[in-house]
């Protein structure tokens, strides 16, 4: 699994989350579940379901998923991906920093 996400955000603005799933042998793969959890920076964490309702992770092709969080808060989120089918698991982490607006 591969997870990266857009630029720099700032306080009040949405930071998608991209997720990119292959099977052992390196072809995209859908799982049968996907979960996406995402710690903010006062340690809560959040957890998004692919197939949840109402929809929180999207699919846009064969083993690519997204998901848009929104940056409350300044200071590093960090988020872990929990792929899984009945051959095979997947599980990526990593993070991004939030900054506070430079104008407000």
């Not at 799933?21 to 959890?37: N, Q, R, Y």
């Not at 957890?47 to 949840?52: I, Q, R």
Request: glycine share 8%; aromatic share 10%; charged share 25%.
């Amino acid at each position: 699994m591969t997870i990266t996400t857009g630029t720099a955000p700032e306080v009040g603005s949405t930071v998608r989350v991209y997720l990119s799933i292959v099977d052992p042998g390196g072809v995209a793969a859908d799982p049968d579940t996907l979960e996406v959890l995402v710690k903010d920076p006062d340690g809560a964490v959040t957890t998004y379901v692919y197939g949840a309702s109402p929809d929180t992770v999207f699919r846009t092709a064969v083993g690519e998923f997204y998901l848009d969080v929104e940056a409350t808060e300044a200071d590093e989120w960090f988020f872990r991906g929990e792929a899984a089918s009945a051959a095979w698991t997947d599980t990526e982490e990593g993070s991004f920093v939030v900054r506070e607006s430079l104008v407000n």
